[in-house]
């Protein structure tokens, strides 16, 4: 029976996988708006650009405040909730922090 084996980045060394240390999460993504602000879960942004809504069939105005904004990982998208409209995810370049 031969037995696996990973490489352990942190260490540098190679070691057995029923050994190997869970992989480490990364949550310190920086999302920043249009300005550069940074922002975080549970701000409110407001839109800076006319946007269309993909299987909506409504536009978003620009000045549109959005309130209780979640980070998803991704450092360009954040998942936000607006009436009428379900699992919303704007890109940060189109909002800036109120």
């Not at 550069?36 to 701000?43: F, H, M, S, Y």
């Amino acid at each position: 029976m031969s037995e696996e084996y990973i490489y352990d980045e942190a260490s540098g060394e190679w070691v057995a996988a029923a050994d190997a240390p869970p992989p480490a999460r990364d949550d310190s993504v920086e999302v920043r708006d249009a300005l550069g602000n940074l922002l975080a879960d549970g701000d409110q942004v407001t839109l800076i650009k006319d946007l269309k809504v993909k299987g909506a069939g409504q536009t978003l105005k620009r000045g549109t405040l959005i309130k209780s904004i979640r980070l998803t990982g991704d450092p360009q998208e954040i998942d936000c909730r607006f009436e009428g409209i379900k699992g919303l995810v704007l890109r940060a370049e189109f909002v800036r922090k109120r």
